[in-house]
């Protein structure tokens, strides 16, 4: 089964500044997708950005990036300029082309402080 | 506006009791599902569903199931619910031929007292 992890159960970040989200994952597949998922205190799961594991180009959604090394199997993600409202659980997921599992890491909690 | 709706956002019960939890999605998908999240944040999907196929995360108790009267609804029935039910469940769709992105409702908090 696939597995994903964050390492950083906590992260902060200074307002304006950047922070980059660590997660990996266990597959011996070759197609799949990442995703990665924000929980506001709202409760709402709003995604983030995706990637298809074929492509080589990591996906860029505005101040949003990631760094996807297929090899090492890692995901993680880049908020540049960080503002008030990226404050959230952040969750890392990986889903199997071959079936509709969703697997989540466990999530890691970003503060921006002001 | 298109989207994943759940009812009730919170539902606070009885030991024992049996309740639903209804999703509705106006999406046009056809695949969908239902996450628990604990008190420390952990996702785990529970059900996928779609019109010919179910399938059940083999650790989910079998008081739990899932019940669609049609492609736009997947509604979550508990029987004889226990305390460590009580969680933040979401319901979520997806189109199996798209980027199998998935898109989630607001969540339904369950309080068992």
């Known amino acids: 089964a696939q597995t994903v992890t964050q390492s950083q159960p906590e992260m902060s970040v200074q307002e304006a500044e950047t922070v980059t989200l660590s997660c990996t994952y266990d597959?011996?597949?070759?197609?799949?997708?990442l995703f990665w998922y924000k929980q506001p205190p709202s409760r709402q799961m709003i995604l983030v950005i995706r990637?298809?594991?074929?492509?080589?180009q990591n996906a860029t959604e505005n101040r949003f990036s990631v760094n996807f090394q297929k090899a090492a199997k890692s995901f993680s993600l880049k908020i540049s300029d960080s503002q008030l409202g990226d404050a959230a659980m952040y969750f890392c997921?990986?889903?199997?082309?071959?079936?509709?599992?969703?697997?989540f890491g466990a999530g890691t909690r970003l503060t921006v402080k002001p | 506006d298109t989207a994943v709706s759940q009812t009730p956002k919170y539902l606070v019960t009885q030991m024992g009791n049996d309740k639903s939890i209804k999703c509705e999605q106006n999406?046009?998908?056809?695949?969908m599902y239902w996450y628990k999240q604990d008190s420390k944040k952990f996702l785990k999907i529970m059900f996928s569903?779609?019109?010919?196929?179910?399938?059940i995360n083999e650790t989910v108790p079998n008081r739990f199931s899932p019940k669609s009267p049609d492609k736009a609804h997947l509604n979550l029935h508990i029987n004889s619910l226990e305390l460590g039910d009580s969680a933040v469940y979401f319901c979520?769709?997806?189109?199996?031929?798209?980027?199998?992105?998935?898109?989630f409702g607001p969540g339904t908090r369950l309080t068992v007292l």
């Open positions: 979520a769709s997806s189109k199996r031929t798209s980027t199998n992105e998935q898109f």
């Open positions: 569903y779609n019109n010919k196929e179910l399938i």
């Open positions: 597959t011996s597949e070759s197609d799949y997708y």
């Open positions: 997921a990986y889903r199997s082309n071959n079936n509709n599992d969703m697997r």
């Open positions: 990637q298809e594991a074929y492509k080589q």
């Open positions: 999406l046009g998908h056809d695949t």
